[in-house]
């Protein structure tokens, strides 16, 4: 695991912001201050409870120059496979738990002349913080918030308390859609960035690009990878002792080589951070991640085993 150290935490307060999402406060345990963080970052939270061993990782959406608390936010999932479900219904105040120091894959650029945000849903969660360091440093920014409708909206109020000239609402149960098509006409030097479901990534992403936008002032976060759904199973080999392991079709290889206790390095589990990365000795390999260059990806020789797969029927790892 590429996390060397924790930090130990308590929920302070819980607050419910909408039905399905919640807001945890969490304080430090023995220590003054928390890490400062900078806007987009997120932490991992470790519960382990009763053989339970829950490992999530959550958009950092308080303060960033509060070292007092962290502030996550949490929707309850339709088809949670135990996270949300474990927060929104087990964890109360007082409950206490480890986190990660705060990492960042989705920082702001200094570069850019002016800041756009797509949020959709819970995706709203990183830019809060990124939106406070740009006031606090007098920068350029507008944010586009989707929701079903106002009560659905989490921090509603409060964003309309800080930023009451930089926002624009599109809920659904009253005929508004957040369009690509607002990013036309912007500033040239405009970055843009997107949070939320994977679907709106992808079609803004493209959309972005269409526009003109260079790929450098395009930015986006994913908390979860989706399953490939034309995902097949393949056969990989570990050079090195010559172990072979099957991986179904909806099993990462990452997972299966940490269930078979290789230690293999990892971070955000969605293909954005490079932490897992192993070189192929042969084999083609499925790029699914978002990090390696279109070259690197051409070149055939790296892998990131948390999402990417095997087009042939077999591949060999040099590990
Ligand atoms: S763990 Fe981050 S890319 Fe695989």
Redesign the pocket.
């Known amino acids: 695991m590429v996390y060397t150290s924790r930090i130990n935490v308590l929920v302070k307060k819980i607050i419910q912001e909408t039905p399905l999402i919640k807001r945890f406060l969490l304080s430090p345990i023995n220590k003054a201050a928390l890490p400062s963080f900078s806007g987009g970052s997120h932490i991992t939270t470790f519960i382990q409870s009763s053989g339970l061993n829950l490992q999530r990782s959550y958009s950092l959406c308080g303060n960033p120059s509060e070292t007092q608390l962290y502030q996550i936010a949490i929707k309850k999932q339709a088809h949670s496979n135990g996270g949300s479900l474990y927060w929104h219904n087990e964890v109360k105040e007082g409950f206490k738990l480890q986190i990660s120091y705060p990492k960042n894959y989705f920082p702001l650029s200094f570069k850019a002349k002016h800041h756009v945000f797509f949020a959709a849903g819970i995706g709203i969660t990183p830019f809060i913080p990124m939106m406070l360091d740009l006031q606090s440093n007098g920068k350029s920014f507008e944010l586009h918030y989707a929701a079903k409708s106002k009560i659905d909206c989490a921090f509603y109020k409060r964003i309309n308390v800080l930023f009451p000239s930089n926002i624009y609402f599109y809920f659904s149960n009253e005929g508004k859609r957040m369009l690509p098509e607002i990013m036309q006409d912007q500033l040239i030097g405009t970055h843009v960035y997107f949070c939320g479901p994977q679907s709106l990534i992808k079609q803004f992403t493209k959309k972005a690009i269409d526009y003109g936008y260079p790929k450098t002032s395009i930015h986006f976060e994913l908390f979860s990878s989706q399953p490939k759904l034309d995902a097949k199973p393949f056969e990989v080999e570990l050079h090195k002792s010559g172990q072979t392991f099957y991986i179904p079709k909806n099993q990462s290889l ?1 997972k299966v080589l940490l269930e078979a206790g290789i230690k293999v390095p ?11 990365a192993i070189e192929v000795l042969s084999g083609e390999i499925d790029h699914q ?1 978002y ?1 390696l260059s279109d070259k690197e990806k051409k070149d055939q020789k790296t892998i ?4 990417s797969r095997c087009k042939s029927s077999k591949l060999i790892l040099d590990y």
Do not use: E, I
Request: hydrophobic share 35%.
């Open positions: 990452l990892f971070s955000c589990q969605v293909g954005r951070c490079g932490t897992c991640d990090f990131l085993p948390c999402v």
